[in-house]
């Protein structure tokens, strides 16, 4: 069974950077493709990007590239989002997936970037 915890949100200034973590457990994680997405306030979840089991196939939509860098740790079951240059409106829960939709995701952690 899917179980995925996010880690590591926090409150930053604009252009400032954060790190969050997923730990992943319960099923293969190395062979699957992993997905971030974030849900901001009233919004509907929204995909930002996906990295392939081995990290040699990576996307980003086009609201966070350049700025964002997906990777993952797959000795430690662990996928990793490296935030930077975080701009207002980057404001929201960010959760792992093993899909766009937002499928398994975790409880998410509050990133919330604010002057």
């Known amino acids: 069974q899917v179980h995925l915890v996010e880690s590591g949100g926090g409150l930053v200034q604009p252009g400032q950077s954060l790190r969050i973590s997923c730990v992943a457990s319960g099923f293969g994680f190395p062979a699957y493709w992993m997905f971030w997405v974030r849900q901001a306030p009233g919004k509907e979840l929204e995909w930002i990007g996906d990295i392939n089991g081995d990290s040699r196939r990576l996307s980003y939509s086009d609201a966070v590239k350049g700025r964002f860098v997906m990777s993952r740790d797959n000795a430690k079951n662990t996928l990793y989002l490296q935030m930077n240059n975080l701009k207002p409106e980057d404001t929201g829960r960010y959760y792992c997936?093993?899909?766009?939709?937002?499928?398994?995701r975790g409880p998410g952690t509050q990133v919330t970037v604010s002057s």
């Open positions: 997936a093993t899909d766009s939709h937002g499928s398994g």
